[in-house]
């Protein structure tokens, strides 16, 4: 059964800090892994996808690198600001053929403080 | 090009009562997922579905939760005689059809989620 566990479960930084978010899942036979921002109170907003192909995405100050073999996704965000404030999620997709469900990690819930 | 479109945004039902959630799809997109979000608990994969069809229900749990994707119309999420654990975000992404594979064809975009209360 495939698990999605992303560290660490909240993160305060100052201003301008680099930093990185981790997520590991158990079964590496993924179809790709997406992350995701959500706000409090309300809807998903898709930040990178990485085909189980590629090693790394890159979006702006965002940059998702993934490890299949090794089970590890990381998103790093450069020189962070405090509207990046919201919690970070983690999803893969097993897809085979038409399975094309995400399943979760419990997130990351960052606040970046002027 | 509107994004996902859910409705309501909050719903409150008393113990009882059937709930009725809304989903309207991309522009162009065939393929539809619900999840829920528990709180303080993860997203959840409930049900995937394609116009007319459902593919994966997996997710959903066994009695009072039924979804549909007709050929015209949004997509409805239903929830009946509901119970106080039934209470969460209820999240609707769509995407596009599998024809032509890209990046953005894998790519679930989601609606800002509906809140279901019941008291």
């Known amino acids: 059964k495939q698990e999605v566990t992303q560290i660490p479960a909240a993160l305060s930084v100052p201003e301008g800090e680099n930093l990185v978010l981790n997520c590991s899942f158990t079964?590496?036979?993924?179809?790709?892994l997406q992350w995701f921002r959500q706000d409090p109170g309300k809807g998903l907003t898709s930040l990178l996808l990485?085909?189980?192909s590629q090693r790394e995405q890159t979006s702006g100050r965002l940059n998702a690198s993934l490890d299949k073999s090794s089970g590890r996704s990381t998103l790093y965000i450069a020189a962070s600001q405090p509207g990046d404030s919201a919690t970070y999620l983690c999803?893969?997709?097993?897809?085979?053929?038409?399975?094309?469900?995400?399943?979760w990690g419990l997130g990351t819930s960052l606040a970046v403080n002027p | 090009n509107a994004g996902v479109m859910q409705n309501p945004r909050h719903l409150v039902r008393r113990r009882g009562q059937e709930a009725r959630l809304r989903c309207s799809p991309m522009?162009?997109?065939?393929?539809v997922y619900w999840y829920r979000q528990l709180p303080e608990e993860g997203l959840k994969f409930m049900v995937y579905?394609?116009?007319?069809?459902?593919?994966?229900e997996s997710g959903m749990p066994k009695e009072r939760f039924s979804a549909e994707f007709p050929k015209e119309g949004p997509s409805i999420l239903r929830i009946q005689q509901v119970v106080r654990g039934d209470s969460a975000a209820y999240f609707c992404?769509?995407?596009?059809?599998?024809?032509?594979?890209?990046?953005?064809?894998?790519?679930?975009?989601f609606g800002p989620g509906t809140r279901l209360t019941v008291l």
């Open positions: 992404a769509s995407s596009p059809s599998t024809s032509g594979r890209t990046f953005f064809t894998d790519t679930q975009y």
């Open positions: 522009k162009g997109h065939s393929h």
């Open positions: 579905l394609q116009k007319e069809n459902i593919i994966d």
């Open positions: 079964d590496s036979a993924i179809y790709n």
């Open positions: 990485i085909q189980s």
């Open positions: 999803a893969v997709n097993l897809n085979a053929g038409n399975n094309r469900k995400l399943i």
